[in-house]
């Protein structure tokens, strides 16, 4: 069992650090958002506006890669020793959708949380729920708790990447997006 939390996390590691398209197209989507652009400019934000917005000295910071005209592909920057660390539940993609005219940010579910998910439920469930179930109900909700911080956390700052996004696409500049 803890070979198939290995491969999956190795895998994933793998397509993510290639920004592989597919991998950041496809998957369990865990969120959604899209915000409508009522004006919008030609030229979308630069990977490197949206670096600099998400640089974050207390948490791994978000890196963006083109991987369609109009599509950037996101995740947390690897090997980033902050003050809060956490293992990421979802990677991104950021679509600008010309045609009707919003900003749409999807997370996946990575691939590595619900493998460890699925396992270490399982043998919880199939483990203590027979001897101590009062146990297992503990550490399935701490299990629901825990995810649902990582979630919120992540949460977030996606809403965030949408919002930042659609207003700079839009040019509704606000003080905190010219450095005032």
Not at 103 to 125: D, H, P, Q, R, Y
């Given at each position: 069992?803890?070979?198939?939390?290995?491969i999956?996390?190795?895998?994933?590691?793998?397509?993510?650090?290639?920004?592989?398209?597919?991998?950041?197209?496809?998957?369990?989507?865990?969120?959604?958002?899209?915000?409508?652009?009522?004006?919008?400019?030609?030229?979308?934000?630069?990977?490197?506006q949206?670096?600099?917005?998400?640089?974050?000295?207390?948490?791994?910071?978000?890196?963006?890669?083109?991987?369609?005209?109009?599509?950037?592909?996101?995740?947390?920057?690897?090997?980033?020793?902050?003050?809060?660390?956490?293992?990421?539940?979802?990677?991104?993609?950021?679509?600008?959708?010309?045609?009707?005219?919003?900003?749409?940010?999807?997370?996946?579910?990575?691939?590595?949380?619900?493998?460890?998910?699925?396992?270490?439920?399982?043998?919880?469930?199939?483990?203590?729920?027979?001897?101590?179930?009062?146990?297992?109900?503990?550490?399935i909700?701490?299990?629901?708790?825990?995810?649902?911080?990582?979630?919120?956390?992540?949460?977030?700052?996606?809403?965030n990447?949408?919002?930042?996004?659609?207003?700079?696409?839009?040019?509704?500049?606000?003080?905190?997006?010219?450095?005032?």
């Amino acid at each position: 069992m803890f070979g198939a939390i290995v491969i999956s996390w190795l895998v994933e590691t793998v397509l993510s650090a290639t920004w592989n398209k597919t991998y950041f197209t496809t998957g369990i989507p865990i969120f959604v958002m899209r915000i409508p652009v009522e004006l919008r400019h030609s030229n979308i934000p630069s990977v490197r506006q949206l670096e600099d917005r998400f640089y974050s000295s207390w948490a791994s910071s978000l890196v963006f890669k083109e991987i369609d005209l109009y599509a950037y592909g996101f995740r947390e920057k690897y090997f980033e020793f902050r003050l809060v660390g956490y293992s990421p539940v979802m990677h991104g993609v950021l679509v600008f959708d010309r045609n009707s005219n919003e900003v749409v940010v999807k997370g996946f579910a990575n691939w590595s949380m619900l493998s460890f998910s699925l396992i270490w439920l399982s043998g919880v469930i199939a483990g203590a729920f027979s001897s101590f179930p009062l146990i297992a109900l503990g550490f399935i909700l701490f299990f629901v708790l825990l995810m649902g911080l990582l979630y919120g956390i992540q949460y977030y700052r996606f809403s965030n990447v949408a919002t930042f996004s659609a207003e700079t696409w839009s040019r509704k500049y606000t003080k905190e997006m010219v450095g005032a």
